[in-house]
């Protein structure tokens, strides 16, 4: 969750509403990042917990790597870089981590 907080915190101190032509390609992407994440936690409760904990986390946490990924892109802070770069280790390894507690295939990335 802090990785996430991270990124949010960065994108509303970035002043992302208002995005400068040389931000705009980092500020699309995250867009996307976002939308594809809500999309993703759409889905109805099925009634196990387990499973919809898993089906919604998933999502959630692909958003904060894609987030992570448009800032490796676009970033220049080497600070944040490098938090970027753990986002995407850490939020890889829960996914693989809930998917493995459910018997369920592993992604590709």
């Known amino acids: 969750m802090r990785t996430v907080l991270t990124i949010l915190v ?3 101190t970035s002043g992302i509403g ?3 032509l040389a931000d705009e390609p980092f500020v699309d992407r995250v867009k996307g990042a976002m939308s594809a994440m809500m999309a993703g936690m ?5 009634g196990d917990a ?3 904990f898993v ?3 998933v999502p959630h946490h692909q ?10 892109l676009y970033g220049r802070n080497v ?3 490098r938090i970027a770069q753990e986002i995407i280790v850490t939020q890889q390894q829960e996914i693989a981590a809930m998917r493995l507690a459910l018997d ?4 590709k990335e």
């Open 104 to 107: 369920q295939p592993l992604p």
């Open 55 to 57: 089906s919604w986390m």
């Open 63 to 72: 958003g904060a790597i894609d987030m992570a990924r448009a800032e490796l």
């Open 42 to 46: 759409e889905s109805a409760p099925t």
């Open 10 to 12: 960065l994108l509303s």
């Open 79 to 81: 600070k944040l870089r």
């Open 18 to 20: 208002a995005a400068t």
């Open 50 to 52: 387990d499973r919809d």
